[in-house]
């Protein structure tokens, strides 16, 4: 069993079989997973071969009514990548350098780089990485954390969509990634949440949602909202902002060292409408809002 959270307590309970749960930050640590120390932040975790996307997740999406992955490809489309691209833009436009750890299907890189962005999507698998970049023409590289000095803060935004969850170590892992930030860029990140004062029992007895993140091996820290604060408060991202998340037993936010930048609607629409290249994918960002907004006049 690991015996500290990454908060540097040790005061640890059993939660249930598989996960740990730290008294002091409400982080929830799986117990029995042989990678723990090794993770997936050195790429050495078998979990994540090739069939990890073609097998596992593409399971996932069949439950949800995606046949291929072309159909995962144009659900992410129209939900996730829409919804967060519409928040992002909101605190930082085009141009600007910025890289996502783990670029699923890439359909977000894909976007950022049809509203100017000059992007870097990786993923952990080779064999993954050539499928993403033969499916929508992006590049997708590994990751490699940088240790030389010219090479840091080079990024205005690193997103972990999905991914934070995986990591065992997630404080050098978000310290490396400040390192990697310009002194105002910004982390976007969204991952499960951990619902405050979480009982095991409790959840089992009210079915709940959540208990579908519980993936011993595969997610291996699991965060409160709480923990999520100290931990980027810890590795420096003092300004935090929370959106609210697709799915209501997530979090959705964005962080950053120095106060965060605000965009109106107008600013936005004239700075990335001023680039001839990106008019097609805007549309596309407008004919999300308006879907939602309609949405929500009808509800
Ligand atoms: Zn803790």
Redesign the pocket.
């Known amino acids: 069993m690991n015996q500290q ?3 540097g ?1 040790d005061d640890l309970h059993a939660w249930n079989t598989e996960y740990t749960m ?1 008294r ?2 409400g ?1 929830l640590i799986d117990n029995t997973s042989e990678y723990n120390a090794a993770y997936v932040e050195n790429f050495c975790n078998p979990l994540y071969d090739q069939d990890y996307w073609y097998k596992k997740m593409l399971q996932e999406y069949q439950k949800i009514g995606c046949k291929n992955f072309d159909d995962v490809i144009l659900y992410h489309f129209r939900e996730r990548a829409a919804y967060w691209m519409h928040y992002l833009l909101k605190h930082l436009l085009p141009p600007a350098t910025v890289i996502e750890i783990g670029c699923g299907v890439g359909t977000f890189a894909y976007w950022l780089r049809q509203l100017g962005f000059d992007v870097t999507a990786t993923e952990l698998n080779p064999a993954w990485r050539s499928f993403v970049r033969k499916k929508l023409a992006i590049e997708v590289s590994d990751y490699q954390l940088s240790s030389s000095p010219e090479n840091c803060a080079r990024y205005d935004a690193v997103f972990m969509m999905d991914v934070f969850e995986h990591l065992a170590n997630p404080l050098d892992m978000t310290a490396a990634l400040c390192n990697e930030l310009k002194e105002d860029g910004i982390i976007m990140l969204q991952m499960p949440q951990v619902p405050d004062d979480a009982e095991y029992s409790r959840l089992l007895e009210q079915k709940a949602s959540f208990l579908r993140y519980l993936l011993p091996g595969e997610h291996v820290r699991l965060y409160t909202v709480l ?1 999520a604060r100290r931990l980027m408060m810890r590795a420096g991202f003092r300004y935090m902002l929370f959106y609210p998340s697709i799915f209501h037993d997530d979090m959705f936010f964005i962080a950053s060292r120095r106060p965060l930048k605000y965009y109106d609607d107008d600013m936005i629409r004239q700075t990335v409408l001023a680039n001839p290249h990106a008019v097609a994918a805007y549309a596309a960002l407008e004919n999300f809002r308006r879907l939602v907004a309609q949405t929500q006049k009808n509800a």
């Open positions: 959270c990454w908060c307590r730290c002091s930050c982080t923990a």
